[in-house]
């Protein structure tokens, strides 16, 4: 039996077929959180990566892990060095996925 009248009843039907609304699942939301967590990610991945193109380490010590080379311009783009190759570029990507990595184990 219905708390509702059936004129009430009636009434709701006709208001939600009318104007339909959006009924999240738990699907829904948990698709949605990790659309976010997938996008915050690449977000990071993206910043590591232009940061290790384009900015030179604090140390000039090629033997220490946080040694930087940047091979573009931060303002121009250009790259810096005559010859500079996909297999310079994808060193970078790798040591930014690394970092990312290291990060996340924290």
């Not at 959006?22 to 939301?29: K, S």
């Not at 940061?51 to 090629?62: A, F, H, I, N, P």
Request: hydrophobic content about 40%; overall charge negative.
């Amino acid at each position: 039996m219905s708390i509702l009248s059936d004129t009430e009843l009636s009434k709701h039907w006709h208001m939600w077929v009318d104007e339909p609304r959006e009924y999240v699942t738990a699907h829904d939301m948990m698709q949605a959180i990790a659309e976010a967590a997938y996008r915050e990610t690449l977000k990071v991945v993206k910043q590591l990566f232009l940061g290790y193109l384009t900015v030179d380490s604090e140390t000039q010590d090629r033997r220490r892990r946080d040694f930087n080379q940047a091979i573009f311009g931060g303002k121009e783009g250009h790259a810096i060095f005559n010859g500079t190759d996909l297999g310079m570029v994808m060193e970078k990507f790798d040591k930014a996925l690394s970092k990312f990595e290291v990060s996340n184990e924290r």
